[in-house]
């Protein structure tokens, strides 16, 4: 019996950027909760602290020849992936082959993130449980599995159509085929080829994903017959878990000593996410609009996120002085926190899935400033299917700026988007209660593990 209960190691596998960070540390606390314990797998850089007053009693084992966050910049994000998955899997399988000999086997499941499928290599070797975790919206899964199948020569030579481009993807309603998250057609080859890797479950046999069914039950249903197997549509994470998720920048907590001066429902909160990058001229436009506005703002700006500047110290006195009379900079915010604030009445976000869900969970309607790949498909929802965004497209200039935080803020427009991210809200708190769709997912899941678990030591014991 004392054998049983020790075999309940979990081990997690990240892809070691914020966004993907989070949601799956969210996952190791929910799992510990469960009587599981959690092993961390993670690469040399962008690392969570053991020391972490959040994960009490998480094991952290590091991959060596992981890459640094850096080699973004340098290969494009679909190389670097690549890459990463290349020079991460024997390394891995050796490690893996370590913890087992420590642990005497006793692993009950390894969960990697979809983009780290070189994990595939080490549970087929060692023929242990695996369940594959995405951190981006079910919809965009999909929009993977769509485009999985597609040929990139014929797709190229089918988006000179206009009439092919606006067609509706099938049970994907309204995103158009021009709208599938392909990174532009100069990597369209490489891109496919990506979501083919990603699209393939290889051994595992469940899927995880950070979402919630009354948000996207239409491509859970498609994604569930696509894969043919359990999906497990689990999200709100960061509520269940009741943790923002580790931070890999100083979050700077002075605004919310700010917010509590400013009014209820009248701040612009804007944040681009960990990766974004800005023209100077974009940023130009976007201060000039939110001043003009005349509502109070306050805006993220990461080190390095606008190009050519060192962020907002190299920025024109004339802008900063602006800035600063109407508005709050900081480099990193405690964003849950900030979207829960009474003072914040909408944020401008550039729709990466985590700050959809915190957007949401918070009752807070959002203007969409999408960048890439799945912040595209994700503000098409926001404007057009929830009805609780504006999507801003083309050239971002300073009157189209602040006519959309006039419509979000102060126009009824933007009261009744406000009602209906308060409905959602709503029904996004009741999914993790008790009996709610993600508290019995969650449920699933676990009795999944201990199933596999169990199995798991049947097959080593024989």
């Known amino acids: 019996m004392e054998r049983m209960e020790s075999n309940r190691m979990i081990v997690l596998v990240p892809l070691t950027l914020q966004g993907h960070i989070s949601p799956m540390m969210q996952l190791g606390k929910v799992l ?23 994960f009490p009693g998480f094991q952290f084992v590091t ?51 979809e983009f780290m499928y070189f994990c595939g290599a080490a549970v087929e070797e060692f023929k242990l449980p695996s369940v594959i975790f995405s951190t981006t919206s079910a919809t965009h899964k999909v929009c993977y599995s769509v485009l999985s199948k597609l040929n990139a020569k014929k797709f190229l030579v089918d988006m000179e ?45 469940a899927v995880i994903i950070n979402t919630v069914s009354c948000l996207e039950n239409l491509s859970l249903s498609r994604l569930q017959q696509d894969l043919g197997v359990p999906v497990y549509p689990s999200g709100p994470l960061h509520i269940t878990a009741s943790l923002a998720g580790p ?30 990058r800005m023209e100077t001229k974009e940023m130009l436009e976007m201060a000039w609009g939110l001043s003009n506005s005349n509502q109070p703002f306050l805006w993220v700006i990461r080190p390095g996120s606008i190009l050519g500047s060192d962020g907002i110290e190299s920025l024109p006195e004339e802008i900063s002085k602006m800035m ?20 914040v009445g909408g944020f401008w976000s550039h729709c990466g899935w985590n700050s959809i ?18 912040q595209k498909v994700n503000a098409i929802y926001i404007e057009s299917v929830w009805r609780i965004g504006i999507l801003l497209q083309g050239e971002v200039e300073r009157g189209g700026v602040e006519r959309a935080v006039k419509r979000l803020i102060m126009d009824d427009e933007g009261a009744g988007m406000r009602e209906k991210a308060i409905g959602l809200k709503e029904k996004l708190k009741a999914s993790v209660r008790s009996g ?11 009795n999944y593990l201990e199933t596999e678990r169990k199995n798991a030591q049947l097959r080593s014991n024989s």
């Open 324 to 343: 600063s009379e109407r508005g709050y900079i900081v480099k990193w915010a405690p964003q849950i926190e900030v979207l829960g604030h009474p003072a």
């Open 161 to 205: 159509d206009p009439e092919l481009q606006n067609k509706v993807v099938e049970n994907l309603h309204p995103l158009r085929y021009k709208d599938l998250p392909t990174w532009g057609f100069e990597h369209l080859e490489r891109m496919l080829e990506l979501c083919r890797e990603v699209v393939n479950k290889r051994t595992a046999s």
């Open 32 to 54: 510990k909760l469960k009587g599981f314990s959690i092993t961390v797998f993670q690469g040399q850089f962008n690392q969570v602290s053991p020391s972490s007053q959040h």
């Open 63 to 113: 991959i060596p020849e992981s890459l640094p966050e850096s080699e973004i910049e340098t290969l494009g994000p679909i190389e670097f992936l690549f890459k990463l998955n290349k020079t991460s899997e024997a390394s891995f399988k050796d490690s893996i082959a370590q913890l087992l000999l420590q642990q005497g086997n006793d692993i009950a499941c390894i969960i990697y993130d």
């Open 357 to 374: 869900l915190e957007s949401i969970v918070e009752g807070v309607p959002m203007i969409c400033r999408p960048f890439s790949g799945e």
């Open 247 to 276: 931070s890999l920048m100083e979050e700077d907590k002075s605004c919310i000593e700010w917010l509590n001066n400013q009014k209820p429902r009248s701040v612009i909160y804007i944040s681009l996410g960990s990766l974004a």
């Open 436 to 446: 709610g769709a993600s508290y019995n997912a969650l449920d699933e899941l676990v």
